[in-house]
């Protein structure tokens, strides 16, 4: 899960930075050994027969109504520029959000336990206790915030042996499951899915923090968390401003190694939709 | 499903029982417990893969490196870094396994194990807990220490598993100062952590099984095995029980780091248990130091906690895989468990039987010749240019004549400067019943201090040869028992020994040491008759 993500201005950035980070890196024990050539923006791609699916548990309850139409208005849009586009399902999608909630913070758990102020990063100028235990639990809480500091005890807590069969093991069965849901989809002849990718348009801060961070994230991270279980590459883009002037986006999801067809896709929509991009303010 | 380990029984032939040996050592511990009471002991021994570098990053192996100039990124856990898997600590993991008979598992993982402690950069270790590289092996090795058994005698331990981990850094506690200094050097080394089931009986097997096992891993080349620099670490897990009781509650020693730490801190432990238990207490599953100085067993502080490492598997690394293609065209990609297979050397264990067969030695003296430095290659050389029967006896020789006169140089065989075809020629001296043991010695400390003639020149320049003359005998055992009336007589009441050997030494003193001092004792006891 901890993996970089890409942010741009435009579609053929995207691509121009993709090709840059991605490929094989000799220090990173995971990463893809084969070839991979670079992906090219064709100006010639077609949406002719591109094979779009809709899955249906993506209008999840909660979502403003603004986002699920402007989702049926670019899947018509795309029907009518020569894509195939039907409703399929990923059943598994509403147990995305536990799935990660259980993963997530065993991660940060272990991946956060680097800090204790010994090496680098903040070490607390005043400790209170006078033993080197004393000194992390003091340097950790002050240079963590209340977010990190939840998921660091909820990661530790599941990780504990009389609770890893019950969450983490039960956590990567599910995943396997969100998994296999894709690949279901990508056999039965999809090439892409299209979905929503938030519930609303950006909500202000004061209404953000109505809900403590753990609650917010599994309600606003709805869409785009079985992507990331299933670890397959999704990319969202501007599509339109609703009727506060606020953007909206939507998100094409793909199988692994399709960033060429999810760019060139985008790339489409990008041009089909023309959204008003701002442009640099003239001095 | 397990598949026998027959291309190894194939290839090192299987394990020859020599005739003179005692089988016992099944039941019962030499060292006498008290009455109804026996011990059980395992231990988990972490051995420091002799690589080159680490077992994740780059940085270079060590040993009395200035502090922390052997740390790269990776070990010093600086954020964005990730582990890359090093080939040869695979294979060396690999070659230690079929060295063991162990089972070796195509499809690894590794896992982290969380725990807080300055010198673990990261705040977890990366180990093998749900699937190590080999599982199911076993050692088998010679109990002997002399003097204390009577006989030698084969025992075996079961591996149960081994794994690849880093070892951690090192921190010294300055008190004074009330501060802690953390050196990283050792952060991130690689180890095979060898884990035996509990087959051992007392310290004795355990030491035995330590020594085993570094000759092994010695001659493999995959760990230099000096205890005393920490590329060898041993646990001892250790339980007492009533004969026929089941196992009892174990403690785990840490921190030993001799072979004689090892021995003392499990019999301490077993008496200490056995004491407990005795006066109607209980043994608590705790794990303790050793301290060497007053020979005992202390709980250690940290641990009175049950710990939980809360195991995750590793995310930055992907299962170990390997391949067992005998062809030698097979994806160099991949470890060839195959390959390394080849690579096995004769074993220590080999190494005696074939000393025991071809020489018609006993297990005593070729056990002597392989824990002897130097013993077995200058040995093995000399037997080149002598007939193969008279194997024991030159052994006999080297062992009476060069080791002591060597070590008062404090040297060993291999630094030993005599030639081998110069040695050989004092040999048949010897053999030849020219020369008797006494002025074999003296003869070769002359050569060990550049005396240039060869070894009949010296003796018949010095007059050395052995006097078996009867007549020259009889003379002399006469002579002495005159000058020495009062030892004579108090053999007479007396009958003891020491009155002999008294008269002995006044002959060998009086004839430097020349006369076969075997017709010596026979003469003189005839004598002594009269």
């Given at each position: 899960?901890?993996?970089?993500?890409?942010l741009?201005?435009?579609?053929?950035?995207c691509?121009?930075?993709l090709?840059?980070?991605?490929g094989?890196?000799?220090?990173?024990s995971t990463?893809?050994?084969?070839?991979?050539?670079?992906?090219q923006i064709?100006?010639?791609?077609?949406?002719?027969?591109?094979?779009?699916?809709?899955p249906?548990?993506?209008?999840?309850p909660?979502?403003?109504?603004?986002v699920?139409?402007?989702w049926?208005d670019?899947?018509?849009?795309?029907?009518?520029?020569?894509?195939c586009?039907?409703p399929m399902?990923?059943?598994h999608?509403?147990?995305?959000?536990?799935?990660?909630?259980?993963?997530?913070?065993?991660?940060?758990?272990?991946?956060?336990?680097?800090y204790?102020?010994?090496?680098?990063?903040?070490?607390?100028?005043h400790p209170?206790?006078?033993?080197?235990?004393?000194?992390?639990a003091?340097?950790?809480?002050?240079g963590?915030?209340?977010?990190v500091r939840?998921?660091?005890?909820?990661?530790?807590?599941?990780?504990?042996?009389?609770?890893?069969?019950k969450?983490?093991m039960?956590?990567?069965?599910i995943?396997?499951?969100?998994?296999?849901?894709?690949e279901?989809?990508?056999?039965?002849?999809?090439?892409?899915?299209?979905?929503?990718v938030?519930?609303?348009?950006?909500?202000?801060?004061?209404?953000?923090?109505?809900?403590?961070?753990?609650?917010?994230?599994s309600?606003?991270d709805?869409c785009?968390?079985?992507?990331?279980?299933?670890?397959?590459?999704?990319?969202?883009l501007?599509?339109?401003?609703?009727?506060?002037?606020?953007?909206?986006?939507?998100?094409?999801?793909g199988?692994?190694?399709?960033?060429?067809?999810?760019?060139n896709?985008?790339?489409?929509?990008?041009?089909?939709?023309?959204?008003?991009?701002?442009?640099s303010?003239?001095? | 499903?397990?598949?026998p380990s027959?291309?190894?029984?194939?290839?090192?032939?299987?394990?020859?029982?020599?005739?003179?040996?005692?089988?016992?050592?099944?039941?019962r511990?030499?060292?006498?417990?008290?009455e109804?009471?026996?011990?059980?002991?395992?231990?988990?021994v972490?051995?420091?893969i002799?690589?080159?570098s680490?077992?994740?990053?780059?940085?270079?192996?060590?040993?009395?490196?200035p502090?922390?100039?052997?740390?790269?990124?990776f070990?010093?856990?600086?954020?964005?870094?990730?582990p890359?898997?090093?080939?040869?600590?695979?294979?060396?993991?690999?070659l230690?396994?079929?060295?063991l008979?162990c089972?070796?598992?195509?499809?690894?993982?590794f896992?982290?194990?969380?725990?807080?402690?300055a010198d673990?950069?990261?705040?977890?270790?990366?180990?093998?807990?749900?699937k190590?590289?080999a599982?199911?092996?076993?050692c088998?090795?010679?109990?002997?220490?002399?003097?204390?058994?009577?006989?030698?005698?084969?025992s075996?331990?079961?591996?149960?598993?081994i794994?690849l981990?880093?070892?951690?850094?090192?921190?010294i506690?300055?008190?004074?100062?009330?501060?802690?200094l953390?050196?990283l050097n050792?952060?991130?080394?690689?180890?095979m952590?060898?884990?035996f089931?509990?087959?051992?009986?007392d310290?004795?097997?355990?030491?035995a099984?330590?020594?085993e096992?570094?000759?092994?891993?010695?001659?493999?080349g995959?760990?230099?095995?000096k205890m005393e620099?920490?590329?060898?670490r041993v646990?001892?897990?250790i339980?007492?029980?009533?004969?026929?009781?089941?196992?009892g509650?174990?403690?785990?020693?840490?921190n030993?780091?001799?072979?004689?730490?090892?021995?003392?801190?499990?019999?301490?432990?077993?008496?200490?248990?056995?004491?407990?238990?005795?006066?109607g207490?209980?043994?608590?599953?705790?794990?303790?130091?050793?301290?060497?100085q007053?020979?005992?067993?202390?709980?250690?502080r940290d641990?009175?906690v049950?710990?939980?490492y809360?195991?995750?598997?590793?995310p930055?690394?992907p299962?170990?895989?390997?391949?067992?293609?005998?062809?030698?065209?097979a994806?160099?990609?991949?470890?060839?468990?195959?390959q390394?297979?080849?690579r096995l050397?004769?074993?220590p264990?080999m190494?005696?039987?074939r000393?025991?067969?071809?020489?018609?030695?006993n297990?005593?003296?070729?056990?002597?010749?392989?824990?002897t430095?130097?013993?077995l290659?200058?040995f093995?050389?000399?037997?080149?240019?002598?007939?193969?029967?008279?194997?024991?006896?030159v052994?006999?020789v080297?062992?009476?004549?060069?080791?002591?006169?060597?070590?008062?140089?404090?040297?060993?065989?291999?630094s030993c400067?005599?030639?081998?075809?110069?040695?050989?020629?004092?040999?048949?001296?010897?053999?030849?019943?020219?020369?008797n043991?006494?002025?074999?010695?003296?003869?070769?400390?002359?050569?060990?201090?550049?005396?240039?003639?060869?070894?009949?020149?010296?003796?018949?320049?010095?007059?050395?040869?052995?006097v078996n003359d009867?007549?020259?005998?009889?003379?002399?055992?006469?002579?002495?028992l005159?000058?020495?009336?009062a030892?004579?007589?108090?053999?007479?009441?007396t009958?003891h020994?020491?009155?002999?050997n008294?008269?002995?030494?006044?002959v060998?003193k009086?004839?430097?040491?020349?006369y076969?001092?075997?017709?010596?004792d026979?003469?003189?006891?005839?004598?002594?008759q009269?």
């Amino acid at each position: 899960m901890d993996v970089p993500g890409i942010l741009t201005r435009t579609v053929d950035d995207c691509a121009t930075i993709l090709n840059v980070v991605k490929g094989f890196d000799e220090n990173d024990s995971t990463s893809f050994e084969g070839n991979l050539p670079p992906v090219q923006i064709s100006p010639h791609f077609s949406l002719k027969g591109v094979r779009i699916g809709i899955p249906d548990e993506f209008s999840c309850p909660g979502m403003d109504p603004e986002v699920i139409q402007c989702w049926k208005d670019t899947s018509d849009i795309l029907e009518k520029s020569g894509a195939c586009v039907s409703p399929m399902s990923l059943p598994h999608t509403k147990y995305s959000i536990a799935c990660y909630g259980v993963l997530n913070p065993c991660e940060v758990a272990s991946n956060m336990a680097r800090y204790d102020g010994l090496r680098y990063g903040h070490r607390t100028p005043h400790p209170k206790l006078n033993s080197t235990q004393g000194l992390y639990a003091q340097t950790r809480h002050e240079g963590f915030n209340h977010v990190v500091r939840g998921r660091i005890l909820a990661g530790n807590y599941f990780l504990l042996k009389e609770n890893y069969d019950k969450y983490f093991m039960q956590a990567l069965k599910i995943r396997r499951l969100i998994s296999m849901d894709f690949e279901k989809v990508w056999h039965s002849g999809f090439d892409l899915l299209f979905t929503p990718v938030t519930l609303s348009a950006a909500p202000t801060y004061s209404d953000f923090i109505q809900l403590d961070n753990r609650t917010q994230t599994s309600v606003q991270d709805y869409c785009t968390q079985s992507a990331n279980m299933a670890g397959i590459p999704a990319l969202s883009l501007p599509i339109k401003l609703n009727s506060k002037g606020l953007p909206l986006s939507l998100q094409l999801i793909g199988p692994m190694f399709s960033e060429p067809k999810l760019l060139n896709v985008a790339k489409c929509i990008e041009r089909i939709v023309d959204f008003p991009q701002l442009k640099s303010i003239p001095r | 499903m397990r598949t026998p380990s027959i291309l190894n029984k194939l290839k090192f032939g299987h394990y020859l029982i020599p005739k003179d040996f005692n089988l016992v050592g099944g039941i019962r511990s030499f060292i006498p417990r008290p009455e109804g009471w026996e011990s059980v002991i395992g231990i988990e021994v972490h051995a420091q893969i002799d690589t080159n570098s680490k077992l994740f990053s780059s940085s270079e192996v060590k040993y009395g490196a200035p502090v922390n100039t052997k740390v790269s990124l990776f070990d010093a856990a600086i954020p964005g870094t990730l582990p890359v898997l090093n080939r040869k600590c695979v294979e060396a993991g690999i070659l230690t396994s079929l060295a063991l008979s162990c089972q070796i598992n195509k499809v690894s993982y590794f896992d982290r194990k969380h725990y807080f402690y300055a010198d673990l950069p990261t705040g977890y270790q990366i180990t093998q807990q749900r699937k190590a590289i080999a599982y199911d092996g076993h050692c088998k090795f010679i109990v002997y220490t002399p003097g204390f058994h009577k006989k030698p005698y084969y025992s075996t331990a079961k591996i149960r598993q081994i794994q690849l981990e880093q070892d951690s850094g090192k921190s010294i506690h300055d008190l004074n100062s009330n501060r802690s200094l953390i050196d990283l050097n050792r952060a991130g080394l690689p180890l095979m952590e060898i884990v035996f089931e509990p087959d051992l009986k007392d310290g004795e097997e355990a030491a035995a099984l330590v020594k085993e096992l570094s000759d092994i891993l010695l001659s493999l080349g995959t760990c230099n095995c000096k205890m005393e620099e920490g590329s060898l670490r041993v646990d001892a897990n250790i339980s007492v029980n009533r004969h026929g009781e089941g196992l009892g509650t174990r403690t785990e020693v840490k921190n030993l780091n001799s072979v004689r730490a090892l021995v003392n801190a499990i019999e301490f432990e077993v008496r200490r248990q056995i004491q407990v238990i005795e006066a109607g207490g209980v043994i608590v599953n705790e794990t303790r130091s050793y301290d060497s100085q007053m020979k005992e067993t202390l709980p250690m502080r940290d641990k009175e906690v049950k710990q939980d490492y809360r195991f995750m598997p590793e995310p930055n690394l992907p299962p170990l895989r390997l391949v067992d293609i005998p062809d030698e065209e097979a994806d160099s990609a991949l470890v060839n468990i195959a390959q390394v297979r080849q690579r096995l050397p004769e074993l220590p264990e080999m190494k005696r039987q074939r000393l025991v067969q071809k020489f018609n030695l006993n297990i005593g003296m070729a056990i002597l010749i392989m824990n002897t430095p130097g013993f077995l290659t200058y040995f093995e050389s000399v037997m080149e240019l002598l007939p193969l029967p008279s194997g024991v006896r030159v052994a006999k020789v080297l062992h009476k004549v060069a080791i002591p006169a060597l070590s008062e140089q404090d040297i060993d065989l291999d630094s030993c400067p005599i030639p081998h075809h110069v040695f050989a020629e004092l040999y048949k001296l010897v053999e030849s019943d020219t020369l008797n043991l006494v002025k074999a010695h003296e003869v070769f400390i002359l050569l060990l201090n550049g005396d240039s003639r060869n070894p009949a020149q010296i003796v018949t320049d010095k007059v050395w040869m052995k006097v078996n003359d009867d007549e020259a005998i009889s003379t002399i055992c006469l002579q002495i028992l005159s000058e020495n009336s009062a030892v004579r007589a108090k053999y007479k009441t007396t009958k003891h020994e020491k009155h002999v050997n008294k008269l002995m030494g006044a002959v060998r003193k009086a004839t430097a040491g020349k006369y076969d001092m075997r017709k010596v004792d026979i003469c003189l006891r005839k004598f002594l008759q009269e």
